[in-house]
């Protein structure tokens, strides 16, 4: 009877993960033709099939897979947005990479925490956790844009950069106020301390974990498994991840970090064989592609169109103050103290307008639901409205924002040719 169970169960477990890819690669391919994000017909899509309307699939009823598709996907889209950070340009914005990263961060939880109190009347500690869940930005978001809109570099490292570093440090907040929530109990050193671990500790494990393999498969004499380079990129997120969690760390650290070596290799003094590199690359971007479709598709599912229909307003109001008040708050704070970027009003313009919401808030959202948090409705409702509001409205209107303010790098390549023909 177990056996047949099981049986039943795993057969339901593979369907659910055709439905997931099939409907991934229909929504992705009409994204391209209609010019919308893909994330926004993923979601839409998870709740069409999900509970709240057809009931095709319920993922929440198998909780172990849906977490392990929510941290795995995340994880390894952590570990690809650190791939596409270059640490020679981040060296020249790094104070304000490292303000945005940190400060920002918490400039946003507690902006939308102390209104989502007043708002939603919520516990204090409920409404930070809220604030926390969506003050990052979404590198699997923000880098797709970007390579379709060419912004100055600087820009373009700076966002991306803070991106990938906030979703970590985005992460490691949530979790300490998840367990304040959930426990009752609150110290402030204690959190610190936590905090200040977490963070140290992912950032070891990514380095050791991320340059030891990276050496294994590269073109020196302990390179001896180059030839199964992508199936090592997949051993580095789960290793950093793990490793770095049962040493009371940061996972979603460990693996940005791994990333951020895996990347940046040639200064480490490693090389990849070409042909090994390629393989890596184009496997590497699948499964990014497939963790990102399944992890929107899985919220969408989650979304409960009761709480979404009775909160919908509050919520908005929420997203508002984020986008109009927190994320202005956040770039005037964070660039202050940076002389050496030397950034003018319309970068720091640009970069108040280009702060996505998506696949990190999505997977802790998730997260947040699965355990029934107390207000995790509210939570998903905010969670949901903002990654809509942000993704429709600010990755949709990226580049026309940038060649307002004259920040696409092809203007400047414009302007050089035109300087050219005249001398």
Known sequence: MENTVEAIATNNLLLIFAAIAITGIVLGKLSEIIKLPDVILYLLAGIIIGPSLLNLISVQA??????????????????EGGKEINLRVLN?????????????????????????SKVFGLPILTALLLGSVIAST??????????????????????????????????????????????GEFSAMESIKELVISTAVGIGTGIIVGYILTALVSDK??????????????LKVALAYEIATMLHGS???????????????????????????????????????????????VLGTQVNLEALAKYWAPSLLIVIVLMFIARPLVILVSTLFD????????????????????????????????????????????????????LIVQASTTKLVAKKLGVLEEEEENKAEVLNFIA
Request: aromatic share 10%; proline share 3%.
């Open 251 to 297: 996972g979603y650290m460990a693996v940005f970090i791994a990333g951020l070596i895996s990347g940046n290799k040639k200064l480490f003094g490693l090389w990849i064989p070409e042909i090994d590199f390629n393989s890596d690359h184009c496997f590497s971007e699948n499964i990014g592609s497939l963790a990102r479709m399944a992890i929107f598709v």
């Open 221 to 234: 004499r302990v390179g001896i498994f180059h030839s199964y380079a992508p199936i090592m990129s997949v």
């Open 138 to 183: 979404d590198p699997a978001a923000l880098i797709p844009v970007f390579k379709q809109v060419t912004i100055k570099d600087k820009i373009k490292q700076t966002v991306v950069s803070e991106s990938a570093f906030n979703d970590a440090v985005g992460a490691i907040l949530v979790s300490t106020l998840l367990a304040v929530v959930t426990s």
């Open 339 to 390: 002389k050496n970027a030397k950034w003018t009003f319309k970068e720091k313009l640009f970069m108040m307008w280009v702060r996505e919401t998506g696949v990190i808030p999505a997977a802790l959202s998730g997260i947040i639901v699965s355990m029934k948090v107390p207000g995790y409705e509210i939570i998903s409702s905010v969670v949901f409205m903002t990654i809509l509001i942000t």
């Open 92 to 116: 020249k914005v790094k104070i304000s990479v490292g303000m945005l990263a940190t400060v920002g961060v918490v400039i946003s939880a507690l902006t939308v925490g102390l209104v989502s």
């Open 62 to 79: 198998f909780p172990i897979e849906n977490n392990l598709i929510l941290t795995f996907g995340s994880a390894f889209i952590l570990f």
